[in-house]
C-alpha cells in the first residue's frame, strides 16, 4: 500500500512561529490576490497568446499577455512584504520574480492564470493560484474563480469557500471516474490500490474524454468526478487539490520517489518545476 502522506499533519510537526506572519501577510492580500483574477478576466476578450514552449502539451505550453500581466501585479504587491524572503515558485518569467530569495525557507507558489489552455479559448474554468508551504506543510492555499466569483482558502488546515458554487455539467459515469491531465495511473499507482478501486466501479481517465470545458480542479472539489490522480505535480498548482482534499478529510494515496511525497525536492523538466511523485485524491 502506498503511504498515506497527510501535509497537514501538525502533531508530527510544527512550523515555526515566523510562518503565522507570513500567511497574515497573504491573508491580508486577498483583495489584491482577487484584483488579480478579475484583471484575468477582464483582459480574456481579445487576449493574444503563443507558445512559450514546444513540449505538444498546451495546457503547459500556452502563455498569454493576461499571464504575465497578472503575475507582475501579484509579485509587485509581494516583493514589498516580507514575503520577498521566500523561495518563489513562479509559473512564468517576469520581472519581479527576480526580487525573492532563491534560499527562502519557505516556499511560495504562484498560478497566475491556471487552465491558460482553456482561458485562452474563451472558457471559464480558470483561476488564480496562491500556495504557501515550508518544506513539509502547506500553510495556505488560495484559490480564485474569477468567472464564478468563486474562492477557496486554506489556513493551517481549515478550508473555507465563499460564492456560488458553479454548475459543471459533466458526461454519464463521471462520478465513478478518477481524472487526470497527464501521465499514466495504471502503471504508476500500487496494484493493490488499482484492485481495490476496480472492484468498487472506479476507473480513470483523462479530463479531456470527460469533458473539453472544465479541467480537473473544478470537476473535483464540486464532488462531479469520483477523484483525481497527479503525476509528477507542477510546483506551480500541483498540490492544490491534495491540500482541499487533505482539509476536508478526504482519501488520499500517494507516494515519491522515496517513500512519501517530498516538497522540498524540486525538479527542473522542460514544461518548469515540479515534484516527483503522485497521489490520487478521493471525493469520500
Same mark, same amino acid.
Not at 497573504?26 to 482577487?34: H, N, Y
Not at 493574444?48 to 513540449?55: A, D, G, I, L, P
Not at 486554506?154 to 473555507?160: A, T
Not at 491531465?181 to 499507482?189: A, D, F, L, M, V
Given at each position: 500500500?502506498?503511504?498515506?502522506?497527510?501535509?497537514?499533519?501538525?502533531?508530527?510537526?510544527?512550523?515555526?512561529?515566523?510562518?503565522?506572519?507570513?500567511?497574515?501577510?497573504?491573508?491580508?492580500?486577498?483583495?489584491? #490576490?482577487? %484584483?488579480?483574477?478579475?484583471?484575468?478576466?477582464?483582459?480574456?476578450?481579445?487576449?493574444?497568446?503563443?507558445?512559450?514552449? %514546444?513540449?505538444?502539451?498546451?495546457?503547459?505550453?500556452?502563455?498569454?499577455?493576461?499571464?504575465?500581466?497578472?503575475?507582475?501585479?501579484?509579485?509587485?504587491?509581494?516583493?514589498?512584504? %516580507? &514575503?520577498?524572503?521566500?523561495?518563489?515558485?513562479?509559473?512564468?518569467?517576469?520581472?519581479?520574480?527576480?526580487?525573492?530569495?532563491?534560499?527562502?525557507?519557505?516556499?511560495?507558489?504562484?498560478?497566475?492564470?491556471?487552465?491558460?489552455?482553456?482561458?485562452?479559448?474563451?472558457?471559464?474554468?480558470?483561476? $488564480?493560484?496562491? $500556495?504557501?508551504?515550508?518544506?513539509?506543510?502547506?500553510?495556505?492555499? #488560495?484559490?480564485?474563480?474569477?468567472?464564478?466569483?468563486?474562492?477557496?482558502?486554506?489556513?493551517?488546515?481549515?478550508?473555507?469557500?465563499?460564492?456560488?458554487?458553479?454548475?459543471?455539467?459533466?458526461?454519464?459515469?463521471?462520478?465513478?471516474?478518477?481524472?487526470?491531465?497527464?501521465?499514466?495511473?495504471?502503471?504508476?499507482?500500487?496494484? %493493490?490500490? &488499482?484492485?481495490?478501486?476496480?472492484?468498487?466501479?472506479?476507473?480513470?481517465?483523462?479530463?479531456?474524454?470527460? $469533458?473539453?470545458?472544465?479541467?480537473?480542479?473544478?470537476? #473535483?472539489?464540486?464532488?462531479?468526478?469520483?477523484?483525481?490522480?497527479?503525476?509528477?505535480?507542477?510546483? =506551480?498548482?500541483?498540490?492544490?487539490? #491534495?491540500?482541499?482534499?487533505?482539509?476536508?478529510?478526504?482519501?488520499?494515496?500517494?507516494?515519491?520517489?522515496?517513500?512519501?511525497?517530498?516538497?522540498?525536492?524540486?525538479?527542473?523538466?522542460?514544461?518548469?518545476?515540479? =515534484?516527483?511523485?503522485?497521489?490520487?485524491?478521493?471525493?469520500?
Amino acid at each position: 500500500m502506498a503511504p498515506l502522506f497527510n501535509l497537514f499533519d501538525n502533531d508530527i510537526y510544527m512550523p515555526r512561529t515566523s510562518s503565522l506572519n507570513l500567511i497574515e501577510t497573504l491573508q491580508k492580500l486577498e483583495p489584491t #490576490f482577487i %484584483e488579480a483574477g478579475k484583471l484575468a478576466y477582464k483582459m480574456q476578450e481579445g487576449v493574444r497568446s503563443y507558445n512559450k514552449r %514546444e513540449t505538444g502539451s498546451p495546457a503547459g505550453d500556452i502563455v498569454t499577455e493576461a499571464d504575465l500581466a497578472v503575475q507582475e501585479l501579484l509579485l509587485q504587491a509581494m516583493s514589498k512584504t %516580507e &514575503l520577498i524572503n521566500c523561495r518563489l515558485l513562479a509559473e512564468e518569467d517576469t520581472p519581479a520574480a527576480k526580487l525573492f530569495n532563491e534560499y527562502g525557507e519557505y516556499y511560495l507558489g504562484i498560478d497566475p492564470i491556471d487552465d491558460t489552455a482553456i482561458y485562452a479559448k474563451g472558457g471559464q474554468h480558470f483561476s $488564480t493560484i496562491v $500556495t504557501l508551504h515550508d518544506g513539509r506543510n502547506i500553510l495556505y492555499v #488560495f484559490l480564485y474563480f474569477p468567472a464564478w466569483d468563486w474562492m477557496h482558502t486554506i489556513v493551517k488546515n481549515v478550508y473555507e469557500v465563499s460564492g456560488l458554487t458553479p454548475d459543471i455539467s459533466l458526461t454519464p459515469g463521471a462520478d465513478k471516474t478518477i481524472v487526470y491531465g497527464s501521465g499514466n495511473p495504471e502503471k504508476r499507482i500500487p496494484a %493493490e490500490i &488499482l484492485k481495490d478501486l476496480e472492484a468498487r466501479g472506479i476507473n480513470f481517465s483523462p479530463i479531456a474524454s470527460i $469533458t473539453g470545458e472544465y479541467a480537473t480542479i473544478g470537476s #473535483f472539489i464540486t464532488g462531479k468526478v469520483a477523484g483525481v490522480y497527479h503525476e509528477d505535480m507542477n510546483a =506551480y498548482d500541483g498540490i492544490v487539490e #491534495f491540500a482541499i482534499a487533505s482539509a476536508r478529510g478526504q482519501k488520499i494515496y500517494s507516494g515519491g520517489p522515496n517513500g512519501p511525497i517530498d516538497l522540498t525536492d524540486i525538479r527542473k523538466r522542460v514544461s518548469g518545476l515540479y =515534484y516527483p511523485g503522485y497521489y490520487v485524491a478521493l471525493n469520500e
